[in-house]
């Protein structure tokens, strides 16, 4: 569980540097990178190698996982996974696929916790069947959201659900009105797009509403 939540932790704190804005310092750097690290404790620590540099536009960090010295302790103190289903169909190789997707639900819990988009919180709601209806909403939403990431990774638009959910909400339309004399209808446009936005609507998965 610590080899999982390290690189986690250090993916978050890569992308804040990279895609954030003012950049930190390298002091603060630091210390956001150590506790990190403390917290995995020390066999984990021997096998995630973080590297800090200075550099005229300001701090990078990188870190790799050492894949060599991790295998040998792996091999003595890993043991067995027990995996139990009640899906008699499934072959070994299901339920192993279906054991190592595990992931992906855990991802979305804690998207769901933390994320901009898809949260539970805050509900305002105190009765049992507001309660779930506000779940079963939050649920529906949540599915929705992975189906519509399907369709763009099946186009080969690869973007994990936060980042494709902040992609699409940078997207605006604009609906254009003219005076009545020029006879022209309403015209309904998006807005300026990065070259990834400009991806994402050509491929069917989003389209703009029909003008009345």
Aim: hydrophobic letters at 40%; a positive charge.
């Amino acid at each position: 569980m610590r080899l999982r939540k390290l690189p986690d932790r250090l993916q978050a704190i890569q992308h804040a540097v990279v895609h954030g804005g003012r950049r930190p310092s390298v002091a603060t750097l630091r210390q956001r990178v150590t506790p990190a690290q403390v917290k995995a404790g020390p066999p984990v620590r021997d096998w995630v190698h973080t590297e800090i540099h200075e550099t005229e536009e300001g701090p990078t960090f990188t870190y790799r996982i050492d894949h060599q010295a991790l295998m040998p302790w792996g091999q003595i103190h890993w043991g067995k996974t027990l995996l139990f289903t009640d899906q008699a169909t499934w072959s070994t190789v299901d339920m192993i696929t279906a054991y190592r997707n595990a992931w992906h639900v855990e991802s979305t819990i804690r998207d769901r916790k933390q994320a901009a988009w898809l949260h539970w919180q805050p509900q305002f709601h105190w009765t049992d069947q507001k309660i779930r209806v506000h779940g079963f909403i939050c649920v529906l939403a949540v599915t929705l959201a992975h189906l519509l990431r399907r369709e763009y990774v099946r186009a080969g638009i690869d973007l994990s659900l936060p980042t494709l959910l902040k992609e699409l909400t940078a997207i605006q339309e604009v609906l254009w009105v003219y005076p009545p004399q020029t006879k022209m209808a309403p015209q309904l446009v998006l807005t300026d797009r990065t070259p990834r936005q400009q991806q994402l609507p050509g491929h069917g998965a989003i389209r703009l509403p029909a003008l009345p």
